[in-house]
């Protein structure tokens, strides 16, 4: 990876809920997390690694899900700025409040 420049920055929609989440995944669960922020989002945010990385469906067909034991870390690519979103870290995501994501 040192090679290859990281082609998008990587943000978190809102730093407090994801640190709070973050802290609560055991340790294996927050090495594979910030493994795939450092290695994976910078560089193929969109090449999707089945069965713990997937493109979400319908209403959320614009969010990527990375599933960490019963954690999902939850993403969105934003091409025209070249950035990934963190939207969502945790046991399941209340899809009520997504409808303000990308929107």
Known sequence: ???????YSV???DW???WAAFE?????QQVRVSELMANHL???????RPPLLKQLHGTHSHLKQFECGSHRLI????EDEAKV?????????PWEKRAKVGG
């Open 1 to 7: 990876m040192d090679s290859e420049a990281a082609r």
């Open 11 to 13: 943000e978190v929609w």
């Open 24 to 28: 609560a995944l055991p340790e294996a």
């Open 42 to 48: 910078p560089f193929r945010p969109n090449q999707m």
């Open 75 to 78: 993403y969105e690519v934003l």
């Open 85 to 93: 979103r963190v939207v969502f870290l945790g046991l399941h995501p």
């Open 16 to 18: 407090d809920d994801y």
